[in-house]
Nanobody, 118 residues
Framework: QVQLQESGPGLVKSSQTLSLTCTVS??????????WSWFRQSPGKGLEWIGQTDLSGSAYYRPSLKSRTSISRDTSKNQFTLQLSSVIPEDTAVYYC??????????WGQGTQVTVSS
């Protein structure tokens, strides 16, 4: 059973870079049958896909966030990370990491609140 746990600062100032880490347990991030993703949910809005990476290291991002987003893996720590640069108050949300093997997401972290101060 894969378990995911997000970590990172709960408060970030506008224009700074948000960095979050997702620690994976129960399986290795080296396995090539997983896609590792980040989502977020802002107050009053639906769940929003941010991007994903996989074993090959390829990364895919939401077009509206692509210029500010980077997702990478650290296989030595069994973690993957999200960096979102030049944050604005509208980036305030609960951020989730997730993993899937097929079309549906099988595993989710509990989520971490990030607030961007103006």
């Amino acid at each position: 059973q894969v378990q995911l746990q997000e970590s990172g600062p709960g408060l970030v100032k506008s224009s700074q870079t948000l960095s979050l880490t997702c620690t994976v347990s129960g399986d290795s991030i080296r396995m090539n049958y997983y896609y590792w993703s980040w989502f977020r949910q802002s107050p009053g809005k639906g769940l929003e896909w941010i991007g994903q990476t996989d074993l090959s290291g390829s990364a895919y991002y939401r077009p509206s966030l692509k210029s500010r987003t980077s997702i990478s893996r650290d296989t030595s720590k069994n973690q993957f990370t999200l960096q979102l640069s030049s944050v604005i108050p509208e980036d305030t949300a609960v951020y989730y990491c997730a993993a899937r093997r097929g079309p549906e997401y099988d595993y989710w972290g509990q989520g971490t609140q990030v607030t961007v101060s103006s």
